[in-house]
């Protein structure tokens, strides 16, 4: 079905846009026991359909299953139009200042009252290799990041 | 914080609760290249947090992984209180009459024009092995199903 197929550069510039506009996404790890975890994150940072960042505490699951195995996926979705994305790509744990301050938002106060240098703060850095955008008219596109 | 602990009674039935009330949920399954993959699903049969059943068209992506590993992980929340449950389990892959019908409801005709008996109809059943609860005010529990 050619005609309903979208470029890579247009299927990359339409999940950014969706990327951009949400407030919450859904992260998918390998968790225990060989079966797959998720839950729903806010996006703290997104640069394209690239690299997005996200906090998260030092005792969350999510890090134990990220130092077993980096690899993750990213799912958002408009609920309104039903248009998708899926990203599939690696997450890094950083716990650096500069990493810190690229993240740090007020709203994190809650979750993280030490503030930007909280030590249970953790940054995780998910760095896209690959990923598919489904429209609501139907039209999709993979696309891929190489590194270099 | 045993304060904050539900009872598996009660993290079952308020993850139950939450779940008959979603109208989207996320699946998660094991994917291609040892990345998970993850998707917005519709619940169309909830038997409490134990059973869940979906539909799904035999082209899907969903099938080819789920025919390599039945194991997969379901998330829900209240995006209102925060509410929110995970539950893993493994998923059968069904195309019989008796499930075909146990799912049918009209508004699948725009996926599946040929209706409870659509060639590429296939029925998902969520079996449920374990999950978490956790609720708007923290409280959380575990719990898991034993097969018997």
Redesign the interface.
């Known amino acids: 079905m050619k005609e309903r197929e979208l470029t890579q550069k247009d299927a990359m510039a339409k999940a950014a846009k969706l990327l951009s506009a949400a407030k919450?996404v859904?992260l998918?790890?390998?968790?225990s026991?060989?079966?797959?975890?998720?839950?729903?994150m806010k996006p703290l940072v997104v640069e394209g359909a690239a690299v997005i960042w996200f906090s998260t505490s030092v005792g969350s699951s999510k890090i134990i299953e990220l130092v077993k195995?980096e690899?993750?996926?990213i799912?958002g979705?408009s609920?309104r139009t039903t248009a998708?994305f899926?990203l599939?790509g690696t997450i890094a744990i950083l716990d650096d200042a500069a990493s810190r301050k690229h993240i740090w938002t007020d709203s994190l106060k809650d979750h993280f009252p030490g503030g930007v240098n909280d030590s249970s703060l953790r940054v995780l850095r998910f760095n896209v290799v690959s990923g598919v955008y489904v429209g609501k008219d139907g039209k999709s596109g993979i696309f891929s990041i190489l590194e270099g």
């Not at 998918?28 to 968790?31: D, H, P, S, V, Y």
């Not at 026991?33 to 729903?40: E, I, K, Y």
């Open positions: 919450t859904f998918a790890t390998n968790g026991h060989g079966h797959p975890n998720l839950r729903a195995d690899k993750a996926a799912y979705y609920a998708a899926r599939w």
